[in-house]
Nanobody, 118 residues
Framework: QVQLVESGGGLAQPGGSLRLSCAASGFTFSFYAMSWYRQAPGKERELVAAIASAGDSTNYVDSVKGRFTISRDNAKNTVYLQMNSLKPEDTAVYYC???????????WGQGTQVTVSS
């Protein structure tokens, strides 16, 4: 049974930090590129950050460059999103997604809420 379980969301003050985790099970994690998406109320889901299956390549949406860092631990089947210098506009539900590096197979997590507010 495939599962992606996000954790680490919550309430943070502007300028604060949060670290999201996404624990994977039920598939060969190292065969999948991983990414984080977010969806704010009334907006479309957007790609925030992505990391290659081997962890040797990353990319970010411009609005989070220099503030967010995506990483993965293939031994722990987990992908992380370190979020620093948080802004109110980072408020959203954050989802992790797994995409097979060669096929079209993909999986989504259930999401974790991040709220940035004073």
């Amino acid at each position: 049974q495939v599962q992606l379980v996000e954790s680490g969301g919550g309430l943070a003050q502007p300028g604060g930090s949060l670290r999201l985790s996404c624990a994977a099970s039920g598939f060969t994690f190292s065969f999948y590129a991983m990414s984080w998406y977010r969806q704010a109320p009334g907006k479309e889901r957007e790609l925030v950050a992505a990391i290659a299956s081997a962890g040797d390549s990353t990319n970010y949406v411009d609005s989070v460059k220099g503030r967010f860092t995506i990483s993965r631990d293939n031994a722990k089947n987990t992908v992380y999103l370190q979020m620093n210098s948080l802004k109110p506009e980072d408020t959203a539900v954050y989802y992790c997604k797994a995409v097979h590096k060669r096929t079209t197979a993909n999986y989504w997590g259930q999401g974790t809420q991040v709220t940035v507010s004073s």
